[in-house]
């Protein structure tokens, strides 16, 4: 139980994972964890909440260290739609690339921005998203040169400016779901359920209870994707449903999902 509650708590991102795997009841402490902690800068009453759970060799001045630095941008490949192969294969000319895998969660990696590869118009475009990007971008200047050319003492010669590169969460990979841009801490909850279980139980359900925009969700139906098991995607917030469910249906996800009450949210 105690390694579930650490990973559910997400603030584990920043520290080692290992911990997540240590069997029997959580551990005493001999040390005083409220006046580290506060020592640190973080309340007494909150730090004791996690007495017991953090590792022995847990600092609370790394912690808020880590905290102030931005976060590294990661991407869950999502195998219902792809492979890292194809992901690579289709974002080989953008500006980003996949990095080292994330430690505590198959299939995550961390993305390493790059300087895209300028391509010239004899070479082939990286996939049919950035083709027809490039036709739109094409056709505009086409008409705003046309427009240039009926204006009285518009010059012909124009610049146009540069397509720029295409980003990660902007892509093929990503329209096509084959990929999930999210923070690598929201994996942890899926991560800690997968060490938890070991393997999908026949025919069970995992609920999710907040289930917009789908990051955890979608995950969990991949783990889940050759087992009868399905996730119950519960979302209060109505708002939040039309979201949820287009991250859904990009992911391939939706087969494996069952919703409250049966009845399923309205796309439209």
């Not at 790394?62 to 492979?83: D, I, M, Q």
């Not at 475009?125 to 990007?133: E, F, G, K, Q, T």
Request: aromatic share 8%; charged share 20%; hydrophobic share 45%.
């Amino acid at each position: 139980m105690g390694k579930a509650c650490a990973a559910a708590l997400g603030i584990y991102a920043l520290a080692d994972l290992s911990f997540l795997r240590l069997p029997g009841p959580p551990r005493a402490r001999s040390w005083p964890l409220g006046r580290r902690a506060e020592a640190s800068g973080v309340p007494a009453s909150y730090a004791e909440q996690f007495a017991g759970v953090l590792p022995d060799d847990f600092s609370w001045e790394e912690f808020v260290e880590a905290s102030k630095r931005p976060l590294r941008p990661c991407v869950r490949v999502n195998l219902l739609k792809g492979t890292v192969q194809s992901v690579e294969r289709l974002g080989s000319h953008h500006a980003w690339r996949l990095s080292e895998a994330v430690s505590w969660f198959p299939d995550a990696y961390w993305i390493q921005q790059v300087e895209a590869t300028a391509l010239t118009e004899a070479q082939e475009l990286p996939s049919a998203w950035a083709r027809i990007a490039s036709a739109k971008v094409t056709s505009r200047s086409a008409t705003a040169s046309s427009s240039r050319a009926r204006i009285p003492g518009a010059s012909s010669a124009s610049s146009t400016k540069p397509t720029q590169p295409i980003g990660w969460g902007r892509d093929a990979a990503f329209f096509s779901g084959q990929v999930y841009v999210q923070e690598a801490s929201s994996l942890l909850p899926v991560a800690a359920l997968m060490d938890a279980f070991g393997a999908p139980k026949k025919d069970m359900r995992l609920l999710d209870m907040a289930a917009a925009p789908g990051g955890k969700t979608t995950a969990l139906c991949a783990w889940l994707a050759n087992s009868s098991a399905a996730v119950v995607a519960n979302e209060p917030n109505v708002a939040r449903c039309k979201v949820l469910v287009e991250n859904l249906l990009r992911t391939g996800s939706m087969p494996k999902v069952r919703w409250p009450n049966s009845a399923k949210p309205s796309t439209g």
